[in-house]
């Protein structure tokens, strides 16, 4: 089956981040996920969100690409602020230890325009 | 609720009585003659999803603690005294179950609904059942499924949320066994001590076991007998509480 793509961009706010936590899920479970594993991603966005936009309020958009494979499913986002604020994701032991338990691969990087990342989780043989 | 001066006379001097001898069978006795009571109160939370026999359930353990803390030598009316007790219990159920108050009552009812069938599926199937599964055996559509899970996640951003009270405290470590608080406990205190420790025995558990053993939502669910959806609600309950303190430290 050849790589399926699902687009999505919102403002940098909690009450929109919750969109792209909803639409991991529907995506998974085009995937075939178990509730499970929808849980788990559920759980990868919303830390994956908030370590983009970070603790404080900030000015401008997190785009989310949903890459849809055969038995797994990755999920790219990077956050275009315009408020100055700076270019890194803020990531805490604590949430990288939970990134561990969730997801089979995950970066966070500092980009050109913005902080980023990007996950993999793949669907368990039943 | 109204009882006649005669009863009220009777109901004044149980109480005089209870607090002097603090005997069971006048306790129960109080119980059933302020259960309307609790009745009335529970029916006024009725509109939010949650089964009736529940509410009451509820509401009757809040009744017993203020049956048990009334004072009735201060005068004031055991009704009067009750009401925020019982509503306070009520109250706090409803922040337990961490609904928030614009799910529509169509979703809490599924997302109720749905916590069965996916107990029943896992069973049968011996795994976490895919979305598909549960849509199909619950009849609806998977974006109907799908909106129920959210309605499990839908927590606001605050503080709000503290850790629950002392009663599901004592409850709990009692579940647990000593083995397992003590290696939680040992292996928490060198690495995230303060944000995990501060939330309450289960909580501590479920994050324990879902992110440093990596057991999954299901079973931590079948471990500690409880659904799989309550699992999810307290983890996303737990984790927006991280992240909101973080918010207000930053």
Redesign the interface.
């Known amino acids: 089956m050849s790589q399926r793509e699902v687009r999505l961009e919102v403002p940098a706010a909690?009450e929109f981040l919750?969109i792209s936590?909803?639409m991991a899920?529907?995506v998974?479970?085009r995937v075939?996920?178990?509730?499970?594993?929808?849980?788990d991603l559920?759980?990868a966005i919303?830390?994956l969100c908030?370590s983009l936009v970070?603790?404080?309020r900030r000015t401008g958009t997190i785009t989310l690409r949903y890459l849809l494979d055969t038995d797994e499913l990755a999920v790219e986002g990077s956050g275009r602020f315009t408020d100055g604020l700076g270019n890194d994701p803020?990531v805490?032991?604590?949430s990288e230890?939970?990134l561990a338990?969730?997801v089979d691969e995950c970066v966070l990087s500092t980009g050109e325009d913005g902080p980023e990342f990007r996950l993999v989780k793949r669907r368990r043989p039943? | 609720m109204a009882f006649d001066g005669k009863e009220r006379d009777e109901l004044r001097r149980k109480f005089l009585d209870y607090a002097e001898t603090r005997d069971r069978a006048l306790r129960d006795e109080l119980i059933t003659a302020h259960m309307g009571l609790a009745e009335y109160l529970a029916r006024r939370f009725t509109n939010r999803g949650e089964p009736l026999d529940d509410l009451v359930q509820v509401a009757a353990l809040g009744l017993l603690k203020a049956v048990d803390r009334f004072d009735p030598e201060r005068g004031l009316e055991f009704s009067t005294y009750a009401t925020p007790t019982i509503v306070g219990e009520l109250k706090r159920h409803f922040r337990d179950k961490g609904w928030a108050v614009r799910v529509p009552r169509r979703v809490q009812e599924l997302h109720l609904r749905l916590a069965g069938v996916?107990g029943q599926l896992s069973q049968e199937l011996g795994?976490?059942?895919?979305?598909?599964e549960?849509a199909q055996a619950a009849a609806v559509s998977?974006?109907e499924?799908?909106?129920a899970?959210?309605a499990g996640?839908?927590y606001r951003?605050t503080s709000l949320d503290a850790p629950s009270g002392n009663d599901e405290e004592l409850s709990l470590s009692a579940e647990l066994g000593a083995e397992d608080q003590g290696l939680i406990d040992s292996e928490h205190r060198v690495?995230?001590s303060p944000?995990?420790a501060q939330f309450p025995p289960r909580e501590r558990m479920i994050l324990h076991l879902?992110?440093?053993e990596?057991m999954?939502?299901?079973e931590i669910a079948a471990r500690l007998g409880i659904s799989?959806m309550h699992v999810?609600r307290l983890?996303?309950r737990a984790?927006a509480q991280?992240?909101s303190q973080?918010?207000d430290?930053?």
Do not use: C, K, M, Y
Request: charged share 25%; no cysteine.
């Open positions: 909690p919750r936590r909803i899920a529907g998974a479970s075939g996920f178990t509730l499970d594993e929808v849980e559920r759980i919303d830390e908030f970070g603790p404080r803020v805490s032991a604590l230890q939970i338990a969730v039943s | 996916v795994r976490s059942p895919t979305i598909g549960i998977e974006e499924v799908l909106e899970i959210e996640h839908a951003f690495t995230l944000l995990i879902r992110f440093f990596g999954t939502q299901s799989q999810s983890l996303a984790l991280l992240r973080a918010e430290d930053g």
